[in-house]
């Protein structure tokens, strides 16, 4: 029997996609501000992939009559493994270099992303893929893992659906694109708007995995079931749409009609990309509520969207495929988008330390070009070679010497690489037996032992049960509280020197400011309110003259409340808060005003790399500002 014979040509159309996919992402990346929803470039990546590899997958199984695994899990393997080992190896290297602190922390995610399970060890252990105060720069490889997992299992589904429903492609269609929107309807279903806090106090933001309490909003995002609807909208498209389908030759008035769509499509990612901007500010202060669209129905939108676009960028005679998308600038770049996408995250975050440390213009510039180069060099010399072929050929000759020169060369190799290979050593090693968790997350640890948790406990609830625990206050003896203060992650992180000098501190990670109304209420009922209250929040969201006013209904007979303006640079609140405090003093006669903002503006030697949180020497000035500015 005669199979049909199918290829499939190069479609510099979808490199083009690609190169505007992944430039989205890079300048998100960069500075939110500029394109505050490029991080949609991802799912755009994966409606591609699932484009694309369905469309591979079908031509194997309708040339050949079945589909090779193995020959399809090595291409894999060879496209995507060196690359990604060679980042692993060089951030580990610099790690175990100059950031050392951070080797405890790092070692999980580059076990996790070695064996593409990133997304899940980010989910599990409870690493925000939101956190704005991490260094984590192997943050971005949550979307390979989900690649990853598709490519592990996607051939075994097409092989089977080929079977069964081989000759009827239409259906098969339908059916992937059911599976999309069901995925979309369970996540729209499965979200959960409003604030996020601890599973104590938001329960309703947490599920249970494995009798363990994980962020809803992590799951959804980061994994591989919440994320896969772009990979089955692809792959409808696949069993529909073919490059095949048109002549090669003879140009069809069908490429205006999909340039129409092309050019409709762009315009709906554009758009999206700018409408789902709230998405990375609101999250920042515990409120998700930015995030309803992009969840109930958003990702579909994206979906559609790039169907529309991968429509005209594979037909052979559209203009939007061969002229904009297929341009020699795009195709260039969507050759390397995956190193694109795999260096510029570390590179940014390595230099600026933490993302909400935005990148100016020109320091964008600078490291776009430095991720541009490192992208060629591993395209040219580690990647192309190996999936050629060619490092196999090489490798041969070095092990199987043919003349005394093969001989020489190979020895001169070994001695080299043995030298070469000390610092990669040195750095494995160094990541096996390193302890720390980052700076800022060792400095809040060593201190959240100290602290008061005034208003309940902050042990985890059990997912599984029917009800949730009571609340447990401390009673600190049911002594008056002195000097109480009340802050968020910078004061937690200067807890023990503000204990040593007798002040009851109650400080708490991602606090909103309005939680000091709730505590001071608190302590007041219970006849334990002091001389002395001192308020440092502001870090976490804005706050407005209506609630300063309520939390000063409870302190209006304490003698000084000590108001900390708010040193946080990358966020929109920091000026309007700053000013309110400022101007408490005018209508409260027993508020003071310590101006920290104007300190750590002037001593950027206080703060740590994401100019927020205080290193050693900004928590023992901080205590000391605190001590005189009370009188103390």
Not at 117 to 133: M, Q
Not at 157 to 163: D, E, R
Not at 455 to 479: E, F, I, K, W
């Amino acid at each position: 029997m005669n199979r049909p014979h199918h290829t499939i040509s190069y479609l510099p159309g979808l490199d083009g996609l690609r190169a505007i996919a992944v430039l989205a992402v890079i300048v998100y990346h960069a500075n939110k501000s500029w394109l505050p929803g490029g991080f949609l470039g991802v799912e755009v990546f994966f409606v591609i992939s699932g484009y694309l590899i369905t469309l591979l997958l079908i031509n194997e199984s309708q040339q050949q009559g079945r589909i090779s695994f193995k020959r399809f899990w090595i291409r894999r393997a060879r496209r995507l493994l060196p690359a990604m080992w060679t980042l692993l190896l060089g951030v580990t290297m610099y790690a175990s270099l100059f950031e050392r602190e951070e080797l405890g922390k790092l070692r999980g995610d580059v076990i996790a992303a070695f064996v593409y399970v990133f997304n899940w060890f980010k989910i599990w252990s409870g690493s925000s893929y939101f956190d704005a105060s991490a260094l984590d720069p192997l943050r971005h490889l949550w979307s390979l893992a989900v690649e990853e997992q598709f490519y592990l299992v996607w051939p075994l589904l097409i092989a089977l659906v080929m079977k069964r429903f081989g000759r009827r492609p239409a259906k098969l269609g339908i059916i992937f694109l059911g599976i999309s929107i069901a995925i979309s309807l369970y996540v729209a279903t499965s979200y959960a708007a409003g604030v996020r806090g601890t599973p104590i106090e938001t329960p309703e933001q947490y599920i249970s995995l494995f009798g363990h309490a994980v962020s809803r909003l992590d799951f959804l995002f980061l994994g591989t079931l919440g994320r896969s609807g772009g990979l089955f909208m692809g792959a409808a498209l696949a069993f529909w749409y073919r490059p095949d389908m048109f002549a090669s030759t003879a140009k069809s008035s069908d490429r205006h009609v999909v340039s129409v769509f092309g050019v409709a499509g762009i315009a709906g990612l554009t758009y999206l990309m700018w409408v789902f901007r709230d998405v990375i500010t609101i999250p920042e202060t515990g409120d998700v509520r930015g995030y309803d669209p992009l969840f109930q129905g958003g990702f579909l939108l994206v979906g559609v969207a790039s169907v529309a676009v991968i429509t005209a960028a594979v037909h052979p005679h559209s203009f939007i495929g061969n002229k904009v998308l297929g341009n020699p600038v795009f195709t260039y770049l969507g050759r390397r988008s995956y190193g694109l996408y795999l260096y510029h995250w570390p590179v940014y975050q390595l230099y600026r330390k933490v993302s909400s440390n935005y990148l100016s213009l020109a320091q964008f510039v600078v490291l776009s070009l430095i991720v541009l180069a490192l992208t060629e060099i591993s395209y040219r010399f580690i990647e192309m070679p190996i999936r050629q072929g060619q490092f196999g050929e090489w490798w041969h000759k070095l092990r199987y010497p043919r003349t005394d020169a093969d001989t020489e060369r190979r020895t001169k190799f070994f001695a080299l690489g043995a030298v070469a290979a000390v610092l990669p050593v040195f750095s494995v090693v160094s990541l096996a037996l390193g302890t720390g968790e980052g700076k800022i997350a060792e400095s809040i640890k060593r201190n959240e032992g100290v602290v008061q948790n005034l208003l309940g406990t902050t042990v985890p609830p059990d997912l599984s049960a029917t009800t949730l625990p009571a609340t447990q206050t401390t009673t600190l003896d049911g002594q008056v509280i002195p000097i109480l203060a009340i802050g968020d992650s910078v004061m937690l992180g200067a807890a023990n020197i503000l204990t040593e000098r007798g002040i009851t501190v109650d400080a708490l990670k991602s606090r909103p400011f309005r939680q000091a109304l709730e505590i001071s209420n608190y302590v007041k009922s219970i006849g334990r309110l002091g001389e002395f209250v001192i308020i440092h929040l502001g870090t976490n969201g804005p706050v407005d003259q209506a609630t300063l006013d309520e939390i000063m209904v409870p302190l209006k007979d304490v003698d000084i409340v000590l108001m900390v303006t708010a040193h946080v640079p990358t966020r929109k609140w920091q000026d309007s808060n700053n000013e309110l405090i400022r101007a408490m003093p005018n209508a409260y006669g027993n508020v003071r005003v310590l101006d920290w903002f104007k300190v750590a503006e002037a001593h950027p030697e206080y703060l740590y790399g994401d100019k927020v949180h205080l290193n050693n020497q900004g928590q023992r000035t901080y205590a000391d500002l605190i001590m005189q500015a009370i009188g103390k």
